[in-house]
């Protein structure tokens, strides 16, 4: 028989061993509706499921008229009542720290409001949008990145707001691919979401809808067979879910994603890198593991945002550095996602990592392993790169908007081949310098 301290970490605490759902039905419990109906949003119930801290307390009051608090009861009871370390506790529950102000936080850390050439449409990439549909979440996490969306009353795009997109959308034949996200998309009915995608998939120039949701976390109930019949009925169509500790992959979630892969959507997996909550090298390894075993694969670690009262969540750039090198290397390539920063202002995503590159030079670039042992890697005696058939192929059918978009080469090939050498690279401290 399992320790029950053991099932309390691992696995959190069956519902009816609390007195506020000891009479919820197994139906209920297991009806994603009922679970957003009954989402925890006020400080005296999250009183009754958890013996809060003197922080977590003054935070939930400090935080109240900021940002919102919903936890969905599955999630809640995953956490654990008296450990205010648990990492699901800490994601679910405000912090004092949360309403701390520093001049450092931005409101719109990603620049997004500045991206929108229509409302709800961000367009910073050439070829690709983010569609933020609604601000609703069932569950708040305390270190979104949104909270001047998500703070606000609970809505879903307008209608007429809806029809700006997909005019814009149907002007702007360089974009490929949509990425829906909010809020959490979710959050619709299954037959606003089918209209949605319906719209989205009639438009000729977009190849590819992505989706951005939590449910799979905080609400597997949500994931049915119906959703997922309406899901494939828009392919291709990938989904991007949010899971950022294995305590997370519980059953009801490692099962909801596989009602996801089996309808044949690709999953992927954009973990933050937490402090506190995931800043170890082997936890995430056991996350990243236990997603692979779950047909998820392992997309972004992102650097946390430097957003509105997410400095008590933040790590330093060195720490996620530290533990990509803790991984490469040591597990497999599916097993490990790329480290990006966000970068502030809306610079968009850029990928940092350990320095594998020692030294390059005209005839050889010296590199060095996981193990930091050094190698020798020649390069070639010829430099011209230019691909003979390429003025064929696109002749024959020419690119489309969206490869049109891409920038212009620096020079011609002609004259990149005839570049000196690159200077050489030397590592100081891990990093490289010129």
């Known amino acids: 028989m399992d320790d029950p301290g053991s099932t309390l970490v691992r696995r959190g605490r069956p519902f009816r061993d609390t007195t506020l759902f000891a009479n ?14 009954s989402c925890i949003q006020d400080l005296g119930t999250l009183e009754q499921i958890f013996r809060l801290t003197p922080e977590e307390r003054q935070g939930a009051i400090a935080t109240q008229d900021q940002f919102q608090l919903s936890i969905p009861p599955y999630y809640a009871l995953l956490a654990d009542p008296d450990d205010p370390s ?12 949360e309403a701390q102000k520093l001049p450092t936080s931005l409101r719109d850390p990603l620049g997004e409001d500045d991206a929108m050439p229509v409302p709800g449409l961000v367009h910073r990439y050439p070829d690709r949008v983010l569609l933020l549909i609604n601000n609703m979440c069932s569950m708040y996490c305390r270190y979104c990145t949104r909270k001047r969306l998500t703070g606000e009353d609970n809505e879903t795009m307008p209608r007429a707001d809806f029809e700006r997109v997909l005019s814009y959308l149907r002007a702007t034949p360089q974009v490929r691919d949509v990425l829906i996200s909010g809020g959490d998309p979710l959050n619709i ?13 009639a438009i000729p120039s977009i190849e590819i809808i992505r989706m951005g949701t939590r449910m799979p976390v905080v609400m597997p109930q949500r994931i049915t067979p119906e959703l997922c019949a309406v899901l494939r009925k828009h392919h291709p169509f990938w989904v991007n879910t949010h899971f950022n500790h294995p305590k997370e992959l519980t059953p009801e979630a490692i099962d909801a994603c596989a009602r996801l892969a089996d309808a044949g959507i690709p999953l992927g997996n954009q973990t933050v890198l937490l402090r506190g909550v995931n800043s170890s090298a082997l936890l995430l390894k056991d996350l990243f593991h236990r997603l692979v075993r ?11 945002d430097p957003a509105e009262g997410l400095e008590h969540f933040r790590t330093p750039v060195a720490k996620g550095v530290e533990i990509m090198e803790q991984l490469q290397g040591w597990t497999s390539g599916y097993a490990i996602p790329k480290l990006v920063i966000d970068a502030p202002g809306g610079g968009g995503k850029l990928p940092f990592g350990p320095q594998y590159v020692v030294s390059t030079g005209l005839h050889e670039t010296v590199v060095r392993n996981f193990e930091f042992r050094t190698f020798r890697y020649p390069e070639p005696l010829e430099r011209d790169c230019t691909v ?38 030397r590592i100081v401290g891990g990093t490289a310098s010129r």
């Open 294 to 304: 779950a047909r998820v694969r392992p997309y972004y670690l992102f650097q946390c």
């Open 388 to 425: 003979a058939y390429e003025d064929k192929w696109f002749a024959a059918a020419p690119p489309t908007a969206a490869l049109e978009a891409q920038p212009p080469h620096h020079g011609s090939q002609e004259a990149r081949a005839s570049e000196p050498a690159p200077a050489k690279l």
């Open 189 to 201: 009915s299954d037959r606003r979401l089918d209209e949605i995608l319906g719209a989205l998939r």
């Open 24 to 37: 919820v039905s197994d139906q209920d419990w297991n009806d994603w509706r009922w679970q957003a109906r």
């Open 86 to 97: 648990c990492p699901v506790r800490m994601q679910a529950i405000p912090h004092v720290a």
